[in-house]
């Protein structure tokens, strides 16, 4: 089949057979038709972007810059009849110098068509050109029919022989604590720039003649490392950052770069500066007395300090208790202004007068902002107790920054002294005195019944078990005399010398193990008759106790001394004692663990894991298990405990899905305020997290995020 289409491409011949018949004679013959091909579209230039190329250089006119197109004529009989050559340069056919005014778009299409410039300070050229397809008059361009020349530009960029110069070159030294945990500093065009204006900001190359030697540069985007060159587009988007090596105690690190442009141009090498800080506690251990007052902890920030620099702190109570061994300032956050170096946090360590075992707690270093944290990031606290004034401890403060010290002891103040009292220190003021027949006891048991003799003359023994009992200490500050006595001891008051030995009262001195007896002797001089404007006001004033009865105070003593007696805490509130109240001593639990249903309890925060690490760590070295809940009250107290957060026990259903039970073996009685566990859990989250006080949540025993968690053995 003959289409239009390819009779207009070719001159084909045609032929038509036909039959001549008068109904006697036929005769055949033969139509031949003739076609000839017409070129009616007119050629088309599409494409005359003009070329752009250094003084002196040769570039090429390819396609993408210079086009011609016909759709009825072949590329070879396209030509570009040149009306004017170029001025400043010569236009190159196959490597040599175009003698002919012509050229086709088969030449273009083949990269033999190519403009040299002559080197001359001209930074324009051009040349124009009349297109043609050979058969008819005229061309298209941007869609009209142009018979006249147009033109092909050519640009000329003059050689660039200067080097980017340097704009700002600052030290950077603001710190930032990356996700990860590593410590870093941004280099960015607010510290590092150069400038050209023959060379875009992508072009201008910062070439690393020397690393840094302590840490190493990173591109944020790509996470790979930097040792050759970056840009300074680099600079502009905030890619580059340089990772802090935290083993390291430096605190500064240098970079040696040289900036160059594409064509070569080079500037004189540069050093770039990183500073930055370190933060840590001065010293690393502190033993100090119970009767020290106010403790105070150096902080000190080495290296970089022109910045303003942030650290938290926090307090792990180890054996010691907030509130009742020692208390702090609510600000958890040291702020170091520009210039500042050293900062102090105070701690009020809380002398109770009572004799007991020495008592630890630690403070944190932690979240820095703008430094780094140094190698003594925990400070451990001993609080010894006085036992009567004989307590040494081994790491006494400096003197000469803390006048009040002596060999790690703080003394009393003289009489008379003014100063403000400290929460915990040992203050004594001159006061009235109370009648002959009282005595005043502080933070002991009450001794009653005494006649109004003269005390001062009398002698403390004892009688009947046949062991003397002496003061630990004695204390005279010129008014008042103060006993120290410790242990228990029930005692009888006798004169010494007396001849009828009459019998006093009995003092029973019941006491806990570790506390202390203090006892108030009147000189002879200072005795005072009892009258209605005695210093004690009357007995039926209401108490005042300093602090609420909590669980950690439980079973401490206070007297108080508006009413003349002796109170308890018994973990919920204060309770009157007298000798005759006999008190039920419960086992007691170690150091840092807390006692309720018969179970010690301990929560462990600083070693947060799955599930299988917290049973793990709670068998292998706390010697018990995951925690058991066995009432409502029991969980109530637990939540306390935890701080309110959320924390693994030891409901499990590992062994069977469906069969919930206690890792201790104890009978599954209480579950979430139901009377029994969950009847089934989601495949592959067998463990317990209490996630809030009435809501527990089944989680993957063996992934996931880690949690704090509570260990507890039977006493």
Known sequence: MVTQESMLKAALPLFARFIISNGLQTKHGVFEITLESVDRALPVVTRNKGLRLAKGAMGLLTPDLLQLTDPDTPVGNLTFL????PQHGQLHLRGTVLLQPSFTQHDVDGGNVAYQHSGGDSQTDHFTFVATDKTNQGFVVDGRVWEEPVSFRIQVDQLDKT?????????????????????????????????????EDDQIIFKILR??????????TTGEFISEKFTQKDLNSKTILYIINPSLEVNSDTVEFQIMDPTGNAATPQILELK??????????????ENVGMLPLEIIRRGHSMDSAF???????????????????????????PGMSTKMWNIAITYDGLEEGDEVFEVILNTPVNAVLGTKTKAAVKILDSKGGQCHPSYPFNQSKHNSWEKGVWHPLPPGSSSSTISGSLHLERRPFPSPKQLAITRGDTLRGFDSTDLSQRKLRTSGNGKAVHPSSVYRNGTDIIYNYHGMVSLK????????????PKVPIITQPQKIIKVAELPRADKVESTTDSHFPRQDQLPSFPKNCTLELKGLFHFEENVQKLYQCNGIAWKAWSPQIKELKDKSCPAGWHHHSGYCHILITEEKGTWNAAARTCREQHLGSLVTVFSRQHLQWLWDLSGRKPFWIGLNDQVRAGHWEWIGGEPVTFANGRKGPPQRSRPGRNCVLVQRQGKWQTKDCRK??????????KL
């Open 82 to 85: 040149l009306a004017q050559l």
């Open 163 to 199: 080097a980017p110069q340097i704009t700002y070159l600052h030290s950077p030294s603001q710190v930032g604590h990356l996700k990860n945990g590593c410590y870093g500093i941004y280099i960015t065009s607010r510290v590092l720039k150069a400038s050209d204006p023959d060379t």
């Open 211 to 220: 690393g840094p030697q302590h840490g190493h540069l990173e591109n944020t």
């Open 276 to 289: 930055w800080s370190h933060i840590e506690w001065s010293q690393a251990e502190y033993e100090v007395c």
């Open 311 to 337: 650290v938290g702190i926090k307090v792990n109570q180890v054996s010691a208790t907030v509130g009742k061994d020692f208390t702090m300032t609510p600000s958890k956050l040291i702020q170091f202004d």
């Open 493 to 504: 008051l006798e004169e010494d010398g007396s001849p009828t030995h009459k019998k006093r």
């Open 704 to 713: 996931g995020r880690p949690h704090n968690y509570v260990c507890s053995r």
